[in-house]
């Protein structure tokens, strides 16, 4: 008698999640044209900014687009060249080349793989809504505001071209949404000013398209002890903003597609991107937020295809079809952005009805963070000056929720105090003048069964309490801890006396 074993199953391979249907292919096809087309300008911009040639943001776009779309975390996120980054960059640039600007771009390359692998986004977690919300609506505006300077000093004929192409964005949908609004207007736009020979500013105006392919190659750099000083305080820089405006986005676009992305992956892919774009030579860069909503909110790609699409169509569009992309006119992609701009903004945040039912606290801290974002031009800056403001919110809060309530026996023998809330430097500095050291009998019971002690201040005032009882000849005995109160207790009690 034979007997067989049982086969088990050949390993299905899971299929791409472009690949799910024909719609959906088309659709992370056709946002990846869009998005190229909307890149190129913002690179060509960004590279002036920086002080370099169009080719080195081009080329970076293209990069760091190809790169994040296989070792990012979060899919149909755009990253490219990006105006954060160039600002912290271009004194380098101007002051030592572009040879230290391209190693600065490999460090903090380096540095954010680095801070990924460490953990740094889970730093995420303490970013409040009401600063998320700032950071969402400063975007919108920013986004709006950048638009501005191409509606000014321009031939009348830009004005009706960017009303048409906004809305040929608004009611296309309604005839068909197989192809997106956006590629729409901008087809619509440029056959109109070509055949009507119309005299408008274009992409090409922005600056000379390169036409040959990136080569990879060594910064141009002396590999020194000294030139690495330079360097580090820049990369540093670069790493950190880069890192922030990339995980803000993500999880700007996980709220928007009700889906989670792996923020560690996305920082430490972040640091390979540019890595790689610093061996193209390439100036660095991080997420887009106004090219993401174009590709996630404005098309409704949803798939890591998108994005690889977008950077490579925008490598055949600069070098292949240079000469038509640099007739299509800036309205047309002014249009696009100021609709993105509109859609981004969170209108319900700033409703009245909502202002009235929200704590003074909350708007405070997303009128601050978006201030202060405007004003600077900088998202990083204004998230970390946000996210400060609602600490210090959050503590004079929390502050006024300790309590002490005291009581003292019939027989006058003995006081009993209890403490109630939490116990940290805030909340602990008005602790010590609750208390009758004076009136109160020589045996005192403290009793912090409804408290928690958080950090050394609270430690620290609970000494200063019982030296106070002690100067007069009387006892002080704490109960009612709980077991991380009575550890942090039994560790630092009497060790924090000033000398």
């Known amino acids: 008698m034979t007997s067989t074993l049982p086969v088990a199953p050949k390993p299905r391979l899971s299929r791409p999640d472009f690949l799910a249907s024909p719609k959906v292919f088309r659709t992370e096809v056709l946002a990846g044209l869009v998005v190229a087309l909307a890149l ?44 954060a980054i160039a600002l912290v960059i271009a004194p380098l640039n101007h002051e030592y080349g572009l040879g230290y600007l391209v190693g600065a771009v490999i460090l903090g390359g380096v540095f954010q793989v680095v801070l990924g692998a460490v953990g740094v986004a889970k730093l995420m977690r303490f970013v409040p809504r009401s600063v998320m919300v700032g950071f969402v609506n400063a975007l919108a505006i920013l986004i709006f505001l950048a638009q501005v300077p191409e509606l000014e000093n ?45 005299a408008v500013p274009t992409v090409g105006d922005k600056g000379e398209l390169p036409s040959s392919l990136p080569v990879p190659g060594l910064p141009d750099m002396p590999l020194t002890l000294e030139a690495l000083g330079i360097i580090a305080p820049y990369a540093f820089a670069f790493a950190l903003v880069g890192l922030m405006e990339s995980l803000m986005t993500a999880k700007l676009v996980d709220d928007i597609t009700d889906t989670h992305s792996n923020k560690t992956r996305e920082s430490i892919g972040q640091g ?20 993401t909503m174009i590709n996630v909110k404005a098309s409704g790609a949803r798939t890591r295809l998108s994005t690889f699409l977008a950077g490579s169509f925008l490598l055949v569009l600069v070098v292949v079809t240079g000469p038509i992309v640099s007739d299509i006119p800036m309205a047309a992609l002014v249009a696009v952005m100021i609709l993105v701009s509109v859609a981004t903004f969170d209108w319900h945040s700033v409703q009245p009805k909502t202002l009235r039912k929200l ?38 809060r929390v502050a006024h929720l300790a309590e002490v309530s005291g009581v003292v026996d019939p027989d006058g023998k003995q006081a009993v105090y209890a403490v109630t809330g939490e116990l940290f430097f805030a909340s602990s500095n008005d602790l010590v003048y609750q208390f009758d050291y004076a009136g109160d009998p020589d045996d005192v019971v403290i009793d912090l069964s409804d408290a928690h002690i958080w950090d050394a201040s609270s430690v620290a005032a609970l000494d200063a309490i019982e030296t106070k009882y002690a100067a007069r000849g009387k006892k002080v005995t704490i109960i009612g801890l709980n077991q991380p109160s009575a550890e942090m207790h039994d560790k630092l009690a009497g060790e924090l006396a000033s000398h």
Do not use: W
């Not at 300008?41 to 760091?64: K, N, Q």
């Not at 009611?171 to 619509?188: E, N, Q, Y």
């Open 154 to 198: 321009v031939p009348f004929a830009v004005y009706p071209l960017v009303i048409g192409g906004l809305a040929l964005m608004v009611f296309f949908p309604r005839l068909t949404k197989a192809v997106p609004a956006p590629l729409v207007s901008i087809v619509i736009l440029t056959l109109i000013t070509i055949g009507a020979g119309i």
């Open 40 to 83: 190129i300008p913002e690179a060509i911009s960004f590279s002036i900014i920086a002080g370099v040639d169009p080719a080195v943001g081009l080329f970076a776009s293209f990069t760091m687009a190809v790169v994040i779309s296989i070792v990012g975390g979060r899919k149909a996120m755009i990253s490219a060249a990006t105006g």
């Open 359 to 396: 704590p003074v606290s909350e708007t405070v801290v997303m009128a601050v963070t978006v201030a202060v974002v405007v004003a600077t031009h900088n998202l990083a800056i204004g998230v970390i000056v946000g996210v400060l403001t609602a600490m210090i919110a959050f503590a004079r």
């Open 272 to 291: 390979v991107a540019n890595i790689v774009t610093g061996f193209f030579g390439g100036m660095g860069g991080c997420a887009m937020i106004g090219q």
